[in-house]
């Protein structure tokens, strides 16, 4: 069973967490102790030393699918490129061609593995299919947060958190930052993570930062009909876009209503087996941590 988290901060000390099990919240901090070892240990939390400085990345465990959430009938890979031509066999694409040299594949486990792979039969590079980051902001702002109505489908005109795919060559934080001002024209700070929810099924980790608006000024950015700042109360909970948005908003108004502050979040969101992708209500919670 999974038993705890790496988040990887700006600063050199490494706060070591011991996750205890209840069963009606999942798991809770008991303990923790702190070094200046670079190397995190599988049980570590790693935080930055001041609240205000920006967490530079964020350690997102592997998943084994790479179906986007952001587009359930196109499936994504990091691997694959305009060379690559691709089947759906469900949760994993078949390639079968090279990405580097254009041979032809054939599909065998590497030895040494465990996985079937694409293998080219003329350079004998391996094609791996990788997950996709998800990064996003949670803006609070007088006791209410900042949704985005999409313009763009799926899920054109359902309501969302700014949130997008992570670029090659910036952290998490960066990629959060950039997805608000893009979806919502607002400058934000990010202040700390708040979730992480891998999504197996379809091989995305979303990553979700709370932030404070720079200014308080947002507007609809080219993917968005509208912007608006909802009271906790008032969340178009029957109109959101996906599952993903869904658990990080419950997450974060039982937090604010219980202890009146948000916590940290991790968990495994699992669609119920024969339910539809657009069905953001069929799912299960697991592995949930907290801290």
């Not at 990345?57 to 890979?77: G, L, M, Q, Y």
């Not at 000024?217 to 869904?246: K, Q, V, Y």
């Not at 039982?254 to 087996?273: A, M």
Request: charged fraction near 20%.
């Amino acid at each position: 069973m999974l038993k705890a988290i790496q988040i990887l901060g700006s600063s050199s000390v490494f706060v070591s967490q011991r996750w205890k099990y209840h069963n009606s919240c999942g798991f809770s901090i008991i303990s923790c102790s702190c070094s200046s070892s670079r190397t995190p240990t599988m049980t570590s939390l790693v935080m930055p030393t001041s609240p205000t400085r920006k967490m530079r990345c964020f350690r997102a465990f592997r998943a084994s699918t790479i179906r986007a959430e952001s587009n359930p009938d196109a499936p994504s890979s990091s691997s694959a490129s305009s060379s690559a031509s691709v089947q759906s066999t469900g949760s994993t694409l078949k390639i079968n061609f090279c990405q580097w040299c254009g041979g032809p594949t054939k599909h065998d486990i590497p030895e040494g593995e465990e996985k079937i792979r694409a293998i080219c039969t003329l350079c004998g590079k391996i094609t791996y299919q990788n997950p996709k980051m998800v990064v996003g902001c949670l803006i609070a702002h007088e006791n209410k947060v900042l949704l985005c109505q999409r313009k763009i489908q799926p899920s054109y005109g359902r309501w969302t958190l700014p949130a997008g795919y992570l670029e090659i060559g910036e952290s998490a934080a960066e990629g959060a930052i950039r997805e608000t001002w893009e979806e919502a024209g607002a400058d934000v700070e990010v202040q700390s993570p708040f979730a992480q929810l891998d999504i197996p099924l379809i091989g995305q980790t979303y990553i979700i930062f709370l932030g404070k608006l720079k200014k308080p000024h947002f507007s609809p950015g080219p993917e968005s009909l509208d912007c608006r700042l909802f009271a906790l109360d008032d969340i178009p909970f029957d109109s959101l876009a996906f599952s993903s948005m869904l658990v990080t908003l419950k997450l974060y108004i039982e937090d604010v209503k219980s202890t009146g502050r948000p916590k940290f979040h991790y968990g495994t969101i699992n669609k119920r087996p024969g339910t539809s992708p657009s069905d953001i209500q069929s799912y299960t919670l697991d592995f949930h941590l907290q801290s």
